[in-house]
């Protein structure tokens, strides 16, 4: 009899050892939440790169920049537009709050952005956690610059948000250009240029007639490229 | 720990090999801005092709003859350099020209209206070359038609005068169909002993086309 009940002990033993495992979770700590209000979810847990980015750049969006504010966005209910950055603005003093204040916005721009119009807290229930926002939902009277007819840069611009050729691509549209020139990231750009300008130019004895040859093919330079890190500059 | 289990972590590693990457900021140095403020924003990064060329010629840092007496960038008639300019760099001549103000169509300065254009005008060379519009605009002016008819045409990128500008001031490429007339055609006639010439004309066509590269 005692042997039975110390092999049946054995026994239940043998298979506690592999049936509890399952039983239990999976992860230490799977049962210990953060608190998600007052933005009690710690970004930098994953995002430690954007983080450091964050931290180390010095210049806009980084906790220490005081330079340059944004006079016009309105991120949430409490600061009122224009305010002069700091937790007033951002909604904190920590680097966390950061990425609340931006992925968390409400879109301002009102046509094709990505982001609802209203505040956050109209869309909490709608999108989970953060937005994959635009630049241009902060910074919306950059829009209607880059499509001022005297803007420079209108057709860079205007081509990658037009650009139907990589939606895939997990960018935003509108972010395209302004990561180029505004961040660190490294730009590669090949070059394709008009080699000549063209004029049709008549004389009919009376005087001369001047015009843009629109029709020439202008010739076309060699593509040059070039392959430049953001932190070259 | 059952197979099922370590199955199981394989299967969630797996899965969050591709899905986190979404989550996460497409490049590197996304979240890290330059400061604009003091020209910061790096302009050579894409446009290393206009700053090799800028490396030569008026406009170049190494200029030091011919001074625009004219423009009023911050002093009228500043004698070049950084005073001008607003700083010993070529990334400076960027600035210096696609943010100074247009007093051609005396839309202001830059300060004025960098709320309008982000970053960067289109300018007339007129903008800052002010006198020249009313020097090629005068009657014995050899290039006046070439001048002022390109001034009325646009091909939607180049500004103003400015088509006029780069083929004799730049080193781009030059082609140009010249249609002239092949013949001077008038009457002359004499009557009473006196000799009296009519009208002249020019007929016919003579087409050339040459190609020059800068």
């Known amino acids: 009899m005692k042997n039975k009940v110390l092999l049946l002990s054995v026994a239940v033993v043998a298979v506690g050892l592999f049936a509890l495992p399952s039983a239990l979770s999976m992860f230490a700590g799977q049962h210990s939440w953060y608190d998600p209000k007052d933005n009690g979810i710690p970004c930098a847990k994953c995002h430690f790169l954007e983080r450091e980015e964050l931290a180390a750049s010095g210049g806009p969006h980084d906790p220490d920049y005081t330079e340059i504010l944004n006079m016009s966005a309105k991120y949430n209910v409490t600061a009122s537009s224009g305010s002069a950055g700091g937790a007033a603005f951002w909604g904190g003093n920590d680097i966390n ?18 982001v609802p119009l209203g505040s956050w807290a109209d869309h909490n229930d709608t999108v989970h956690a953060a937005y994959a926002v635009l630049c241009i939902d902060c910074h919306t009277w950059v829009d209607d610059e880059l499509t001022d007819d005297s803007a420079a840069h209108r057709w860079f611009y205007e081509d990658l948000v037009n650009d139907t050729g990589a939606q895939n691509l997990a960018l935003q549209n509108e972010n395209r250009a302004c990561l180029g020139c505004h961040t660190h990231v490294g730009v590669n750009l090949t070059w394709e240029r008009n080699e000549f300008v063209s004029y049709n130019v008549t004389c009919d004895g009376t005087g001369y007639n001047v015009e843009w040859n629109e029709s020439d093919s202008l010739g076309r330079n060699t593509s040059r490229f070039n392959s430049s890190s953001g932190w070259d500059w | 720990m059952s197979a099922r289990t370590i199955l199981l972590c394989f299967a969630v590693i797996a899965i969050g090999m591709f899905m986190l990457p979404q989550t996460l900021s497409m490049f590197s140095g996304q979240h890290s801005w330059y400061d604009p403020k003091d020209e910061g924003i790096p302009c050579e990064k894409c446009h290393f092709l206009e700053m090799a060329e800028l490396a030569s010629g008026p406009h170049s840092l190494l200029y030091s003859e011919l001074y625009n007496g004219s423009a009023n960038y911050s002093t009228q008639g500043q004698v070049g350099g950084a005073a ?8 400076h001549r960027c600035h210096g020209c696609h943010q100074v103000g247009s007093n051609v169509s005396g839309e202001g300065e830059w300060d004025g209206r960098n709320d309008t254009i982000h970053a960067a005008a289109t300018i007339a060379c007129t903008d800052c070359h002010p006198w020249v519009d009313e020097a090629l605009d005068e009657d014995v002016s050899a290039h006046r038609e070439f001048y002022d008819n390109l001034n009325l045409t646009g091909d939607g990128r180049l500004l103003g005068s400015n088509e006029a500008c780069i083929g004799c ?23 009473d002993g006196e000799w009296q010439v009519g009208g ?15």
């Open chain 1, 97 to 114: 709050d950061r990425c609340f204040g931006c992925h968390q916005t409400a879109g301002s721009k009102e046509s094709g952005g990505s």
């Open chain 2, 84 to 91: 001008f300019w607003g700083g010993d760099t070529t990334h």
């Open chain 2, 169 to 191: 001031h730049t080193s781009s490429g030059v082609n140009v169909s010249w249609t002239r007339s092949a013949s001077i055609t008038f009457a002359a006639d004499k009557q």
């Open chain 2, 200 to 214: 002249m004309n020019a007929t016919g066509n003579n087409a050339t086309f040459i190609s020059t590269g800068g």
